[in-house]
């Protein structure tokens, strides 16, 4: 007689599971960097004494963009909340292009000052605000097409491929040059 086996993981499963603990790892992280900038603990705002803080718009792009992957990738029968989805990916693009367009529009330089103003501007004499750099803002708008492209047709598919190589890349090019210096 014949008997089932239980399968092992595919390589889908393992990617699923992955990419849901990757998901949590950035949600916690962008709670935990309010509640720093909630309670001014400034252990959870930045990963060490000298470097910058994460800006609050950023952990707050961080938390829409994983929100909205969750709701995206992950298909329900709800309209509203894939609507809620593709409205939290449209935020992040919408933020981030702001953001970038502050680089060369001055008056668009301050869009991710909204949250925590007084805070963020209450430093150390002559220290910079904690800002979303250029590269930061670059990737959340790759990642907001790549969101919105999430349920696309399958040569959006390849899109988003190129866009999360692009993000990897960048990251691991931060990545380097800070380990290098």
Same mark, same amino acid.
């Given at each position: 007689? #014949?008997?089932?086996?239980? *399968? ?5 499963? &393992? ?7 990757? +998901?949590? +790892?950035? +949600? ?17 705002? &930045? ?19 994983? @929100? ?18 593709? @409205? ?24 991710? &000052? ?6 963020? #501007? ?6 910079? *605000? ?9 990737? @959340? ?18 899109? +988003? #491929? ?20």
């Amino acid at each position: 007689m #014949h008997t089932l086996q239980k *399968p092992e993981l595919s390589d889908y499963n &393992q990617l699923y599971r992955l990419s849901l603990g990757l +998901i949590a +790892i950035i +949600i916690l992280t962008a709670l935990l960097v309010f509640c720093g900038w909630q309670w001014d603990v400034p252990a959870f705002t &930045q990963v060490a004494p000298g470097l910058p803080t994460m800006n609050p718009m950023t952990a707050l792009s961080f938390l829409l963009a994983s @929100f909205s992957f969750l709701i995206l990738a992950f298909p329900s029968k709800s309209r509203s909340l894939d609507r809620l989805g593709y @409205f939290m990916a449209a935020s992040v693009l919408g933020f981030a292009t702001i953001r970038l367009a502050g680089y060369f529009i001055p008056a668009l330089a301050s869009v991710d &000052q909204i949250l925590y103003r007084d805070q963020l #501007h209450a430093g150390l004499p002559g220290a910079f *605000p904690a800002r979303m750099a250029f590269n930061t803002a670059l990737c @959340f708008v790759w990642w907001g097409i790549a969101l919105l492209q999430l349920r696309a047709a399958i040569k959006a598919n390849r899109l +988003i #491929h190129v866009l999360a190589l692009m993000i990897g890349a960048v990251g691991c090019c931060l990545s380097l040059g800070t380990s290098i210096a």
